[in-house]
């Protein structure tokens, strides 16, 4: 029914910390702070990308079961006060659970990535 809204909460605050970060790393950048190695933001803009593609995947199926309508409420839930009940615990449920499984999938994917960012050697000037 709604599932979809935790993940898209989730995608909101990340998209805006993002953000803050890609800008932080800039002014790192000018004052020649940079760090070395897979920044925050790219890390941050994988998991935009699987929390964006999963809503945008979940609301198109809703839309496509008329869960979704164009007229508000917008969730066809919403118009039986009996149903808003079974909808939030989807919610709470499914949709939590969502958000915390692609969360996982992230921090693993960020962890692989780190170690072999650890592995590929670098080189000094100068030297061979």
Same mark, same amino acid.
């Given at each position: 029914?709604?599932?979809?809204?935790?993940?898209?909460?989730?995608?909101i605050?990340?998209?805006?910390?993002?953000?803050? *970060?890609?800008?932080?790393?800039?002014?790192?950048?000018?004052? %020649? =702070?940079?760090q070395?190695?897979?920044?925050?933001?790219?890390? #941050?803009?994988?998991?935009?990308?699987?929390?964006w593609?999963?809503?945008?995947?979940?609301?198109?199926?809703?839309?496509?079961?008329?869960?979704?309508?164009?007229?508000?409420?917008?969730?066809?839930?919403?118009?039986?006060?009996?149903? *808003?009940g079974p909808?939030?615990?989807?919610?709470?449920t499914? %949709? =939590?659970?969502?958000?915390?499984?692609?969360t996982?999938v992230? #921090?693993?994917?960020?962890?692989?990535?780190?170690?072999?960012?650890?592995?590929?050697?670098?080189?000094?000037?100068?030297?061979?």
């Amino acid at each position: 029914m709604a599932c979809f809204l935790v993940p898209m909460g989730e995608a909101i605050v990340t998209t805006v910390v993002k953000k803050i *970060v890609e800008k932080n790393e800039r002014k790192a950048d000018v004052e %020649g =702070t940079s760090q070395t190695g897979l920044r925050w933001s790219r890390k #941050l803009s994988w998991l935009n990308r699987l929390l964006w593609g999963g809503v945008l995947l979940l609301a198109f199926e809703h839309l496509w079961h008329g869960e979704i309508v164009p007229w508000s409420p917008f969730l066809t839930a919403m118009n039986n006060p009996a149903d *808003v009940g079974p909808m939030l615990h989807e919610v709470a449920t499914i %949709g =939590t659970g969502m958000a915390i499984f692609v969360t996982i999938v992230w #921090l693993i994917m960020i962890s692989i990535a780190d170690q072999k960012a650890k592995a590929i050697p670098t080189t000094v000037e100068g030297k061979s």
